[in-house]
Each structure stands twice: as structure tokens, then as C-alpha cells.
T-cell receptor, first 112, second 113 residues
């Protein structure tokens, strides 16, 4: 039972355009959501997070949107840069627990 | 501030052996979590330690165990290694541990032959 799903294994975007990565979850107890970026053979790097009491959080080029009724979150990267090419994971946790449940990841490729 | 460090970075073992991996959290962080990443199962939670006590546990067999020391450093141990234990093992740390962002180390790549 996969509680966090990233249905797009890969995404290709032109440099300078917007990248939109999507994530769906099934567990309504999740209340904290995060996005991580990962390069091969390295640990995930934290990008941005959002609590369930918000529907949007921005940090520079990165914005995360949360739609609780649809159990859906998305990460927007504007403008996309070549250095953004990596695998992106969304993760979720239940209140107070440090157990992160990860999606399968989306490989983002930024083309010059 | 130094990040999460993990040793060793790479390890080759044979079936039936046991292995111990080490993790040093970010200074001041008291919660340490362990995850396993494999191509088939993705990133999966193993367990979390806070103040030397296991606070959360994932769905892994008892061959996987861990501990945390008073300086918050943590070790995980896998006994009687199986081929399927080949994976990237990641350690993450966070501050007080309650709903805080976890920061990951570079991982230990374990290959079981």
C-alpha cells in the first residue's frame, strides 16, 4: 500500500520555464510534507516543506502547494535551471512522528 | 555547521555476515532516523532514535537493529546479511525530533555478495 505516490517517473523541461512536480497521498493523518532533491549516490537534500495548516509555501524559486481536499501537493520551480536536474522526492509524516513516507521520485531533466 | 556524516561510505560483505554502520548527526540534533533505499522499494524508514531510545520503527525484520549513544551518534546493525540487503543506507538527523525537518547524510552503499 503506497501511501505517497509520484505518478510521473520523469519530466523534461526547457531551461527558464516552469517545472511542476506532483505528488498524491492517501493517508489523511499526514500533516507535514516535504520535498527533497537527490543526486545519485548522495543523500537527499531538503528543499522546502509545508504544514497542513497552510496551502502554499515559497522559498526563492521553489513554491509548494497543498490541496488537502484532493490529497495532492505540487512543487513549482521557476525559472528552471540546469542545476535543477535531479530526482525529486516528496515525503510526508504524521504529526509528531519522525517517520517519513516517501514517494518513488520524479527524475527532472532541464534542457538548455 | 557540519552536516550529517556517515561511515563507511562503501562496504562489501558476503551473505551471512553482519555489518555495523555509523552516523554522526548535525551538532545539537538529538533525533536520528535510518532509511534504506533500493531500486525496487524506494526509500523506506527503518527506525528512529531520540535520547538513546528507539521511538519509531518501520516494517523490517529483527535482523535490522540500531542504537544511539549519549552524544547522539547512532549505529545500525544488520545481522545474517542477505543479497536483498544490498542498498544505500541513509541516516537523517533533526533537532528536538517532533515534526522537524530531517537532514540527510551522504549514505553508506552496502553490497552483499
Amino acid at each position: 500500500d503506497q501511501q505517497v505516490k509520484q505518478n510521473s517517473p520523469s519530466l523534461s523541461v526547457q531551461e527558464g520555464r516552469i517545472s511542476i512536480l506532483n505528488c498524491d497521498y492517501t493517508n489523511s493523518m499526514f500533516d507535514y510534507f516535504l520535498w527533497y532533491k537527490k543526486y545519485p549516490a548522495e543523500g537527499p537534500t531538503f528543499l522546502i516543506s509545508i504544514s497542513s495548516i497552510k496551502d502554499k509555501n515559497e522559498d526563492g524559486r521553489f513554491t509548494v502547494f497543498l490541496n488537502k481536499s484532493a490529497k495532492h501537493l505540487s512543487l513549482h520551480i521557476v525559472p528552471s535551471q540546469p542545476g535543477d536536474s535531479a530526482v525529486y522526492f516528496c515525503a510526508a509524516s504524521v504529526a509528531g512522528a519522525q517517520k517519513l513516507v516517501f514517494g518513488q521520485g520524479t527524475r527532472l531533466t532541464i534542457n538548455p | 555547521k557540519a552536516g550529517v556524516t556517515q561511515t563507511p561510505r562503501y562496504l562489501i560483505k558476503t551473505r551471512g555476515q553482519q555489518v555495523t554502520l555509523s552516523c554522526s548527526p548535525i551538532s545539537g540534533h538529538r533525533s536520528v532516523s535510518w532509511y534504506q533505499q533500493t531500486p525496487g522499494q524506494g526509500l523506506q524508514f527503518l527506525f528512529e532514535y531520540f535520547s538513546e531510545t528507539q521511538r519509531n520503527k518501520g516494517n523490517f525484520p529483527g535482523r535490522f537493529s540500531g542504537r544511539q549513544f549519549s552524544n547522539s551518534r547512532s549505529e545500525m546493525n544488520v545481522s545474517t546479511l542477505e543479497l536483498g540487503d544490498s542498498a544505500l543506507y541513509l541516516c537523517a538527523s533533526s533537532g528536538t525530533g517532533m515534526g522537524e525537518t530531517q537532514y540527510f547524510g551522504p549514505g553508506t552503499r552496502l553490497l552483499v555478495l
